[in-house]
């Protein structure tokens, strides 16, 4: 498959190791010469600096033959004209754009990305997408990563072990036998800054992180398992009243159950404009890592804070305030991903990476065949894919213990019908049947072709 990747910031430079890594032909355009050298220097992709808008960089980029451009540049509005030149003078099959400005994305507006106007087949907003995690992050105190698939039917819990979990040197094979009704597979062990698939004679360790996939009925139980308590989120302190915190806030206001949030914002204006917009959630104006206005939002008594500003500093030193303050569980949004390794220092159980919460919602979209959904497990490390088994797929018809997989890769849920079935190797998978696939970054290719991908599929 041929990609042009307009931008080669962080989220560009991801998509493009993810897809050089796999044969396909990916060049990448910056109007930044020294992102554009960076990208054709570390990765196997040809690279053009320019304007992506233009079309004779676009020309030169090879967008004549081109199978798709993703425009993942800073500005939303070269994005879109960049998709637009794509379409109107290229004929570019698939545009992908990722979009910031809530004024674009409203509903109200959708018409506005139709073919006859701006030709944009799939729209991106990273802050939904960072939203859309942290409500998943509040929704699984006991995690440090999680994500939903089979519409909610099965989830991925990211689960470190100490010394209090029942389940450690004991190897996966022996867990499945005292565990018989158990819907969960371990999927992933990270160990010693490693990630692999284990095998059924593995064992965990105090200090592992591993990967579950867990039947939705069985989150409790699983959590009860690996020494976890299940805790209800009733009250949460968002620092951080951006689009992201007041996507959150909203989102806890129209949910089922009666969270009640407080939002600190240290921008007047954005203060105001989220007191406007939010009918339950109180506003306090200020600093997010003043110790005294934390008191006041009552985050000693909270079940969670999420910090939520945009930058990264703020977060990770309010997150510190508000554990050292006792709340049990704080969540920091961090860009740069080069400071994930201090949030076990620091105390702080999860963050929220925008550039993985984008990559995994643009390459959902990459993906061939009739994929649902994909997640990216950290640094282009590992992907988890859900995806629709077609009647041409090699593995159609076949017990999962007669299928080739390679060695770094698990199926980690099957649906058949309505039904979220017990991984088991006599489990057979069938056409129409739902899979969710733990794949590590080398093997993405050899799952797409289990999957039997064409480009027709799209």
């Known amino acids: ?17 993810h897809l050089s890594g796999e044969r396909n032909d990916v060049t990448v355009v910056d109007s930044n010469p020294e992102l554009v050298r960076r990208a054709t220097d570390t990765l196997d ?36 004209v960049t998709c637009q030149v794509a379409h109107s003078v290229f004929e570019v099959p698939r545009k992908i754009a990722r979009l910031r400005a809530q004024s674009y994305l409203t509903a109200i507006y959708s ?12 729209v991106i907003c990273p802050e939904r997408e960072v939203a859309d995690a942290a409500l998943q992050r509040l929704a699984a105190p006991a995690a440090f990563d999680t994500e939903t698939f089979l519409d909610g039917g099965a ?4 689960l470190s072990l100490d010394e209090d979990c029942p389940v450690v040197n004991t190897p996966l094979r022996q867990l499945s036998d005292l565990f018989s009704t158990l819907r969960a597979v371990v999927v992933g062990v990270r160990r010693d800054g490693t990630l692999f698939a284990p095998e059924p004679r593995d064992q965990l360790f105090v200090g592992d992180s591993c990967y579950v996939m867990v039947h939705s009925d069985d989150i409790s139980r699983t959590l009860e398992i690996f020494g976890k308590s299940a805790r209800k989120q009733e009250r949460v302190v968002i620092v951080g009243g951006g689009n992201v915190g007041l996507s959150v806030a909203r989102e806890l206001e129209a949910g089922e159950r009666r969270v009640r949030a407080k939002m600190i914002e240290r921008n007047r204006k954005c203060a105001e404009h989220a ?19 934390l008191s006041e939002a009552g985050v000693d008594r909270a079940d969670a804070a999420l910090c939520v500003t945009d930058d990264d500093k703020v977060n990770m030193l309010a997150a510190v305030r508000a554990k050292a303050a006792g709340c049990p569980m704080v969540i920091a949004l961090i860009n740069d991903p080069t400071l994930a390794a201090l949030m076990d220092p620091l105390g702080i159980d999860a963050y929220i990476n925008p550039r993985a919460t984008t990559v995994s919602s643009i390459l959902r979209h ?65 056409e129409g049947d739902q899979i969710v696939i733990f794949a590590l970054s080398k093997d993405v290719a050899e799952v797409e072709r289990l999957l039997q991908v ?5």
Not at 387 to 399: D, F, L, Q, R, Y
Not at 454 to 458: L, M, V
């Open 1 to 17: 498959m041929k990609v042009i990747i307009c931008g080669a910031g962080q989220v560009g430079w991801q998509i493009a190791k």
């Open 45 to 80: 992709v040809q690279g053009f600096a320019g304007f992506a808008s233009y079309p004779d960089i676009l020309d030169k980029a090879g967008a004549r033959d081109a199978d798709m451009v993703i425009a993942a540049t800073h500005s939303d509005e070269v994005n879109m």
């Open 111 to 122: 018409d506005l990305y139709r073919r006859d106007h701006l030709p944009i087949d799939v």
């Open 155 to 158: 989830q991925l819990l990211g």
């Open 275 to 293: 007191a406007e917009e939010l009918e339950r959630t109180i506003v306090l104006h200020g600093d997010g890592m003043d110790a005294a206005l």
């Open 366 to 430: 990459i993906r061939h065949g009739r994929v649902q959904a994909v997640y990216s497990i950290g640094d282009a490390e590992a992907e988890v894919i859900e995806a629709e088994v077609m009647s041409t797929s090699p593995i159609a018809g076949s017990k999962l213990r007669d299928i080739d997989f390679p060695e770094g890769v698990l199926v980690g849920s099957l649906r058949k019908g309505d039904k979220v079935l017990r991984i088991t190797g006599d489990l057979q998978v069938d």
């Open 454 to 458: 064409s480009i027709d599929f799209f």
